[in-house]
């Protein structure tokens, strides 16, 4: 139930696989897009999860890496230093680094920029 609620969207952003992620497919909207950037839940198993539903939702997945935007880098640590230092973000990313936060932290950066 809680997923269902929660999920019921047209993208998702995928770093655990596995069960968590099939379970997620089946509470997608159909044409949904999901972005792939890991699957930590099947790091070093003799025996991978498959992935399911995904033709029966008509749902698209797609994976990057960072290997793709390392150019990117010195423009993007700039970017992340100004932010930590910027006395509005300094809670939530102090947090985060401090280990307060458990699990996926978001952070609006939208709102303040």
Request: hydrophobic letters at 40%; charged letters at 15%.
């Amino acid at each position: 139930m809680y997923l269902t609620i929660y999920f019921l969207s047209t993208g998702y952003f995928a770093n655990v696989g596995g069960a968590m992620l099939d379970e997620v497919i089946l509470h997608m909207k159909c044409h949904g897009r999901i972005v792939v950037c890991g699957m930590i839940s099947q790091y070093g198993l003799k025996e991978q999860y498959g992935i399911h539903n995904l033709i029966s939702k008509c749902i698209r997945i797609e994976g990057f890496s960072d290997v793709n935007y390392w150019k990117y880098y010195p423009q993007y640590l700039e970017w992340v230093i100004s932010l930590i230092r910027d006395k509005k973000n300094s809670a939530a990313f102090s947090g985060i680094f401090q280990g307060k936060s458990i699990g996926t932290a978001l952070v609006n950066i939208s709102a303040v920029h």
